[in-house]
Protein backbone atom coordinates (compact mmCIF):
# COMPACT_ATOMS: atom_id res chain seq x y z
CA UNK A 1 0.00 0.00 0.00
CA UNK A 2 1.56 3.46 -1.15
CA UNK A 3 1.70 6.61 1.12
CA UNK A 4 3.75 8.07 4.05
CA UNK A 5 4.22 6.54 7.15
CA UNK A 6 5.07 8.61 10.13
CA UNK A 7 6.20 6.67 13.72
CA UNK A 8 5.49 7.46 16.41
CA UNK A 9 1.91 8.84 16.36
CA UNK A 10 2.18 9.95 19.99
CA UNK A 11 5.72 10.15 21.42
CA UNK A 12 6.36 11.80 25.32
CA UNK A 13 10.05 13.77 25.78
CA UNK A 14 11.57 14.93 29.00
CA UNK A 15 13.32 18.18 28.74
CA UNK A 16 16.83 18.68 27.43
CA UNK A 17 15.94 15.24 25.51
CA UNK A 18 16.36 15.11 21.97
CA UNK A 19 14.07 12.69 20.05
CA UNK A 20 13.88 11.69 16.08
CA UNK A 21 10.66 11.30 14.25
CA UNK A 22 10.52 8.95 11.73
CA UNK A 23 9.02 9.59 8.41
CA UNK A 24 9.05 6.72 4.98
CA UNK A 25 7.84 7.06 1.72
CA UNK A 26 7.23 4.44 -0.64
CA UNK A 27 5.71 6.69 -3.64
CA UNK A 28 9.03 7.70 -5.55
CA UNK A 29 8.47 11.00 -4.62
CA UNK A 30 11.46 13.38 -5.13
CA UNK A 31 11.07 16.22 -2.48
CA UNK A 32 9.78 15.60 0.99
CA UNK A 33 8.91 18.15 3.68
CA UNK A 34 7.99 18.14 7.55
CA UNK A 35 5.45 20.76 8.78
CA UNK A 36 4.57 21.83 12.38
CA UNK A 37 1.25 22.75 13.32
CA UNK A 38 0.03 24.41 16.72
CA UNK A 39 -3.74 25.27 17.38
CA UNK A 40 -4.24 28.60 15.17
CA UNK A 41 -1.12 28.73 13.76
CA UNK A 42 -1.32 26.59 10.95
CA UNK A 43 0.94 24.92 8.94
CA UNK A 44 4.33 25.84 9.14
CA UNK A 45 7.64 24.51 7.58
CA UNK A 46 10.44 23.43 9.27
CA UNK A 47 12.53 21.81 6.23
CA UNK A 48 12.19 20.34 3.29
CA UNK A 49 14.67 18.26 0.72
CA UNK A 50 14.07 18.24 -3.09
CA UNK A 51 16.99 15.59 -3.87
CA UNK A 52 19.01 12.98 -1.62
CA UNK A 53 21.38 14.28 0.61
CA UNK A 54 20.33 17.97 0.24
CA UNK A 55 18.21 20.02 2.20
CA UNK A 56 17.03 23.52 3.23
CA UNK A 57 15.56 25.46 6.35
CA UNK A 58 12.01 26.56 6.09
CA UNK A 59 10.67 29.38 8.64
CA UNK A 60 10.89 27.89 11.67
CA UNK A 61 14.60 25.79 11.57
CA UNK A 62 15.83 26.43 14.80
CA UNK A 63 16.20 23.36 17.09
CA UNK A 64 15.82 20.97 14.47
CA UNK A 65 17.70 18.73 12.16
CA UNK A 66 17.21 16.84 9.01
CA UNK A 67 18.88 13.98 6.96
CA UNK A 68 18.01 12.68 3.41
CA UNK A 69 20.42 9.80 2.99
CA UNK A 70 17.48 7.93 1.24
CA UNK A 71 15.19 8.87 -1.26
CA UNK A 72 12.52 7.17 1.24
CA UNK A 73 13.21 8.41 4.19
CA UNK A 74 13.39 11.68 5.94
CA UNK A 75 13.65 11.66 10.03
CA UNK A 76 13.34 15.01 12.10
CA UNK A 77 15.46 15.37 15.30
CA UNK A 78 13.88 17.62 17.66
CA UNK A 79 16.89 18.98 19.79
CA UNK A 80 16.61 20.61 23.21
CA UNK A 81 17.71 23.75 21.52
CA UNK A 82 13.69 24.05 20.64
CA UNK A 83 12.15 25.98 23.10
CA UNK A 84 8.74 24.78 22.35
CA UNK A 85 8.58 21.57 20.73
CA UNK A 86 5.40 20.46 22.18
CA UNK A 87 2.99 19.91 18.73
CA UNK A 88 1.93 18.41 15.44
CA UNK A 89 4.21 17.18 13.12
CA UNK A 90 3.64 16.76 9.54
CA UNK A 91 5.81 14.89 7.02
CA UNK A 92 4.49 15.11 3.34
CA UNK A 93 6.21 14.84 -0.22
CA UNK A 94 6.06 15.55 -3.64
CA UNK A 95 6.34 13.97 -6.95
CA UNK A 96 9.00 16.11 -8.51
CA UNK A 97 11.05 18.76 -7.01
CA UNK A 98 8.79 21.64 -7.57
CA UNK A 99 5.35 22.47 -7.06
CA UNK A 100 4.35 23.31 -10.50
CA UNK A 101 2.76 21.36 -13.36
CA UNK A 102 0.49 19.13 -11.39
CA UNK A 103 2.77 18.52 -8.60
CA UNK A 104 1.69 19.06 -5.12
CA UNK A 105 2.04 17.72 -1.51
CA UNK A 106 0.58 15.11 0.29
CA UNK A 107 0.52 14.11 3.79
CA UNK A 108 1.25 11.41 6.35
CA UNK A 109 -1.07 10.97 9.46
CA UNK A 110 1.39 13.05 11.68
CA UNK A 111 3.43 12.50 15.22
CA UNK A 112 2.13 14.37 18.42
CA UNK A 113 5.08 15.23 20.33
CA UNK A 114 4.25 15.99 24.11
CA UNK A 115 7.13 17.29 25.97
CA UNK A 116 6.65 16.82 29.73
CA UNK B 1 0.97 41.39 6.63
CA UNK B 2 1.04 37.48 6.16
CA UNK B 3 1.41 35.98 3.05
CA UNK B 4 -1.78 34.17 3.47
CA UNK B 5 -4.85 35.06 5.72
CA UNK B 6 -7.64 32.78 6.20
CA UNK B 7 -10.54 33.62 8.71
CA UNK B 8 -10.04 30.60 11.35
CA UNK B 9 -13.87 30.55 12.34
CA UNK B 10 -15.27 28.60 13.69
CA UNK B 11 -18.07 28.76 10.63
CA UNK B 12 -21.21 26.12 11.67
CA UNK B 13 -23.87 25.77 9.08
CA UNK B 14 -26.77 23.48 9.02
CA UNK B 15 -26.89 20.46 6.51
CA UNK B 16 -27.45 21.60 3.22
CA UNK B 17 -26.69 24.74 3.35
CA UNK B 18 -23.82 26.46 0.64
CA UNK B 19 -20.21 26.79 1.90
CA UNK B 20 -18.07 29.90 1.94
CA UNK B 21 -14.81 29.50 2.09
CA UNK B 22 -11.68 32.25 1.33
CA UNK B 23 -8.23 33.06 1.63
CA UNK B 24 -6.33 36.13 0.42
CA UNK B 25 -2.93 36.82 -0.34
CA UNK B 26 -0.29 39.37 -0.83
CA UNK B 27 2.07 37.54 -3.24
CA UNK B 28 1.43 38.16 -6.27
CA UNK B 29 3.93 35.36 -8.02
CA UNK B 30 1.77 32.95 -6.65
CA UNK B 31 0.42 30.69 -9.67
CA UNK B 32 -0.84 27.51 -8.24
CA UNK B 33 -3.66 27.23 -5.50
CA UNK B 34 -4.56 24.15 -3.06
CA UNK B 35 -7.73 23.34 -0.59
CA UNK B 36 -6.41 20.60 1.80
CA UNK B 37 -9.48 18.95 4.26
CA UNK B 38 -8.04 18.09 7.24
CA UNK B 39 -10.12 16.21 10.19
CA UNK B 40 -9.13 15.79 13.83
CA UNK B 41 -5.88 14.51 14.42
CA UNK B 42 -5.41 13.19 10.82
CA UNK B 43 -2.97 14.97 8.46
CA UNK B 44 -4.42 17.00 5.24
CA UNK B 45 -5.87 15.60 2.72
CA UNK B 46 -5.83 17.21 -1.06
CA UNK B 47 -9.37 18.08 -1.86
CA UNK B 48 -9.11 20.76 -5.22
CA UNK B 49 -5.85 21.94 -6.86
CA UNK B 50 -6.16 24.98 -9.30
CA UNK B 51 -3.65 26.85 -11.49
CA UNK B 52 -3.70 30.39 -11.98
CA UNK B 53 -7.28 32.41 -12.47
CA UNK B 54 -10.43 30.64 -12.78
CA UNK B 55 -13.04 27.81 -11.41
CA UNK B 56 -12.81 24.16 -11.04
CA UNK B 57 -15.69 22.40 -9.74
CA UNK B 58 -15.08 18.82 -8.58
CA UNK B 59 -18.71 17.52 -6.79
CA UNK B 60 -19.88 19.13 -4.42
CA UNK B 61 -16.74 21.46 -4.69
CA UNK B 62 -15.90 24.30 -6.41
CA UNK B 63 -12.96 26.17 -6.17
CA UNK B 64 -12.55 29.93 -7.74
CA UNK B 65 -9.21 31.98 -8.53
CA UNK B 66 -9.54 35.70 -8.59
CA UNK B 67 -5.75 36.67 -9.60
CA UNK B 68 -6.33 40.21 -9.82
CA UNK B 69 -7.82 40.53 -6.51
CA UNK B 70 -5.43 37.54 -5.40
CA UNK B 71 -8.77 36.35 -3.18
CA UNK B 72 -9.02 32.26 -3.49
CA UNK B 73 -12.64 30.49 -2.75
CA UNK B 74 -14.04 27.14 -1.86
CA UNK B 75 -17.42 26.46 -2.04
CA UNK B 76 -19.16 23.78 -0.78
CA UNK B 77 -22.79 22.56 -1.78
CA UNK B 78 -24.80 20.87 -0.43
CA UNK B 79 -22.85 20.46 3.02
CA UNK B 80 -23.03 17.33 4.90
CA UNK B 81 -22.14 16.42 8.57
CA UNK B 82 -19.02 14.34 7.26
CA UNK B 83 -18.20 18.06 5.78
CA UNK B 84 -17.30 19.15 9.48
CA UNK B 85 -13.32 19.81 8.91
CA UNK B 86 -10.41 22.30 9.24
CA UNK B 87 -10.06 23.53 5.50
CA UNK B 88 -6.66 25.05 4.70
CA UNK B 89 -5.95 26.73 1.28
CA UNK B 90 -2.15 26.73 0.53
CA UNK B 91 -0.19 28.15 -2.70
CA UNK B 92 2.94 28.44 -4.40
CA UNK B 93 5.20 30.05 -6.89
CA UNK B 94 5.82 26.95 -8.32
CA UNK B 95 9.27 26.39 -7.22
CA UNK B 96 9.22 27.04 -3.89
CA UNK B 97 7.13 25.35 -0.81
CA UNK B 98 3.66 25.92 -0.52
CA UNK B 99 2.70 28.53 1.90
CA UNK B 100 -0.61 28.08 4.44
CA UNK B 101 -3.32 29.94 5.32
CA UNK B 102 -4.03 29.27 9.07
CA UNK B 103 -7.07 26.55 8.34
CA UNK B 104 -10.73 27.74 8.89
CA UNK B 105 -12.77 25.13 10.82
CA UNK B 106 -16.03 24.15 9.66
CA UNK B 107 -19.26 22.53 11.53
CA UNK B 108 -22.07 21.26 9.77
CA UNK B 109 -24.62 20.39 11.84
CA UNK B 110 -27.42 17.99 11.17
Known amino acids: DGGITQSPKYLFRKEGQNVTLSCEQNLNHDAMYWYRQDPGQGLRLIYY???????QKGDIAEGYSVSREKKESFPLTVTSAQKNPTAFYLCASSPGRTLNSGNTIYFGEGSWLTVV | QKEVEQDPGPLSVPEGAIVSLNCTYS??????FMWYRQYSRKGPELLMYTYSSGNKEDGRFTAQVDKSSKYISLFIRDSQPSDSATYLCAMTRGNTPLVFGKGTRLSVIA
Open chain 2, 27 to 32: NSAFQY
Open chain 1, 49 to 55: SQIVNDF
